[in-house]
């Protein structure tokens, strides 16, 4: 079917209609390159908003304590509720399905040193558990352990933005070194990286909860309970979420509906309100750059309308010579998916090429990143693309083929 | 080669039918020249489609060098057209963006010839043609007479048994019709047979044999000399 001579055929009926051959593609370019444009936009949208949900698991839950807000047995409302150890206890070993758990002190920017080096950071001290649930990487030694919790140890994990700053110079190695926190001496067990795009949390120092307890704090508070869900389904999730406020608001009694006095946060919840939101955004793009390319694929089924009502003396011709219908049909069609194909393909590079400029020159926002087609749309889009030429060419190939000799050789 | 029974062919237009061919009866042997004579309006163009399976007709009969040609699918038409009829028109109908090998070339496309084939034999019809040095012109950048010769070379390449020519010298001016006829003579002494669809007596009277149609009918048979 593809025979060179098929294509001088295409190639000296093209040269022959410069501009129409140029506004028929125009329109199928343009389509492409809408699609291409706003699947990138599209997707530049997603990354960015994923960003945001990067650092923690998407499967995290964070329960905070706070005020009450409803009368309950005769409280009153405004009532502080403080977490203790008994809380984090009770949740572990009560509520079943979280694989891993940790309590967290919210001990806020404490000074701490190293040498002659000073900076003010964030300390926060937990169970190894949310090294887990935090998703943290780490880059040298190790995260927080049980004995470090059961033995009180003076130990830190440090992120790498504290190493940094702490150690500098002709001291950079941080492992096994002691830093001064709040002026007690911390041995660096770690250092961590945290995927959040956050630079606070990279500031960060981990401690084992029980000795800050012991250490800055001498009671047993705690602020915040965290869990992950593990691999269990929305519905269980929810379930352990509300086992866990029921427990909560038993231990403290508040009422299981005062959404103020705990305030949790379920991570997992967030990112799928994103993804349908994402795939609401990714069907509306391809409604409107399918009906832009259907609108490019109607024009250039005209102009082949056109040329093959031009051409109806040459197909007599060639029917009198012994053409086939199909040969004729196939004669048009190609001319229809090769005018496409070329045309998209033009429409297809300068979309990606619009794209890899935006994403270079311009500096990624907070809500917009790295925006792009990937090869999945670049493939659906030549598929796309010569199945719209193969249907801009239906009509008119058969219509062409449809051409009696008789009529179309009969002299004026 | 060609044998022809009670033929009736209507066009319909509407509520209107055009009763065109009325029965006619034709027996024409294989290498004969045969002219076909009448007024415009009598039917002798549309046998002309019918004898090149252009057209189908109604009720009849119709022998082309011994098959029976009725109802064919399109498919089926084209290749026996390919391989049994070559056309010669008034109007030349040429392609006009393919040069004259390419044009002479064609009905070999239709065959599969490869190209570099088809276009050594087309340069070897245009040479016998006389049209060599022309072989890379358009249609337009030749003459009248040149553009029949390139129509008939085209004609003549698929090897056919008959050739079918409407008007062959109608648009051409009497020397040059002289020189076509000649060319046409030439031909019909190698065998293949010819008709020509004229209305001009001494292009006629050049063939062997003039049939006369008038109003869808065979009138007249005149054996020429």
Redo the contacts between chains.
């Keep these: 079917m593809f025979e ?2 098929k294509w001088q055929e295409i190639y ?2 093209v040269q ?1 209609n410069k501009l129409r051959t140029f506004l028929t593609g125009f329109s199928v370019a343009w389509g492409i390159f809408m699609l291409i444009v706003l699947l990138g936009s599209g997707a530049g949208l997603e990354n960015g908003v994923k960003e945001q949900f990067k650092g923690g698991a998407t499967n995290g839950v964070w329960i905070s304590s706070g005020k009450t807000s409803i009368q309950y047995k005769g409280l009153k409302i405004g009532r502080p509720i403080r977490f203790t150890n008994e809380d984090y206890k009770a949740i572990k070993t009560t509520v079943s399905g979280p694989d891993h758990i940790s309590a967290r002190l919210f001990l806020g920017n404490n000074l701490v040193s190293y040498k002659n080096e000073y900076g003010s950071f964030f300390l926060s001290p937990c169970h190894p558990d949310y090294g887990f649930i935090k998703e943290l990487e780490m880059l040298q030694g190790r995260f927080l352990n049980n004995i470090d919790i059961s033995e009180f140890r003076k130990v830190a994990v440090i992120g790498e933005k504290v190493k940094s700053s702490l150690f500098k110079g002709h001291d950079t190695v941080a492992m096994g070194k002691y830093v001064k926190i709040n002026g007690v001496l911390f041995k660096v067990v770690g250092v961590f990286r945290d995927f959040s795009r956050n630079d606070d949390e990279q500031k960060r120092i981990y401690i084992p909860i029980s000795t800050a307890q012991r250490v800055f704090q001498g009671e047993n508070v705690i602020n915040q309970i965290s869990f992950t869900t593990g691999d269990a389904t929305a519905a269980d999730a929810d379930l352990m979420i509300k086992k866990s406020r029921a427990l909560l608001s038993q231990m403290h009694t508040f009422d299981f509906d005062d959404n103020r006095a705990v305030n949790i946060w379920n991570k997992n919840e967030e990112v799928r309100k994103f993804r349908s939101l994402f795939a609401g955004i990714r069907l509306f793009i391809w409604i409107i750059g399918i009906g832009t390319i259907v609108a490019g694929i109607v024009g250039v089924s005209n102009i082949m309308m056109i040329v093959v009502k031009e051409r109806t ?2 197909i ?12 004729i049909v196939s004669l048009i069609m190609q001319e229809a998916i090769i005018i496409t194909s070329i045309a998209g393909y033009i429409g297809l590079v300068l979309g990606v090429g619009i794209l890899e400029l935006v994403a270079k020159k311009m500096p990624p926002t907070q809500f917009f990143k790295n925006p792009g087609a990937d090869f999945s749309i670049a493939v659906m889009a030549t598929i796309l693309l010569v199945a719209a030429g193969a249907v801009a060419g239906f009509f008119p190939a058969m219509r062409a ?1 449809g051409v ?3 009529e179309a ?1 009969r ?1 004026e | 080669m060609i044998r022809i029974k009670q033929i009736h062919k209507s066009y319909v237009t509407g509520q209107n039918s055009l009763h065109v061919l009325k029965g006619i009866d034709l027996d024409i042997a294989a290498g004969e020249m045969v002219s076909i004579m009448g007024a415009s309006g009598s039917g002798k163009s549309t046998l002309l489609n019918i004898l090149g399976i252009l057209d189908d007709y109604d009720s009849g009969e119709y022998h082309l060098n011994g098959l029976l040609v009725n109802r064919l699918s399109e498919r089926k038409a084209a290749q026996l057209r390919n391989r049994m009829v070559g056309f010669v028109f008034q109007s030349f109908n040429l392609v006009s963006f393919k040069n004259a090998m390419e044009n002479v070339a064609l009905p070999l496309y239709y065959q599969n010839v490869p190209r570099k084939k088809r276009n050594l034999i087309a340069m070897e019809y245009l040479e016998r043609m006389g049209l060599a040095e022309w072989a890379h012109h358009l249609p337009n950048e030749l003459s009248g007479g040149q553009k029949q010769r390139v129509a008939i070379a085209r004609a003549l390449i698929g090897n056919p048994k008959v050739i079918l020519a409407d008007e062959p010298t109608g648009a051409l001016d009497s020397k040059t019709s002289l020189e076509v006829m000649d060319l046409l003579q030439e031909i019909n002494a190698t065998g293949i047979t010819l008709i020509i669809v004229t209305h001009e007596h001494d292009i006629a009277l050049r063939t062997k044999k003039t049939i006369r149609i008038t109003d869808g009918n065979i009138t007249e048979i005149i054996m020429n000399n």
Aim: charged share 30%.
């Design positions: 060179i001579d000296s009926t022959k003396k040459e007599g011709i060639r029917k009198s010579l012994g053409a086939t219908p199909w040969s083929a009696k000799p008789v050789l002299d």
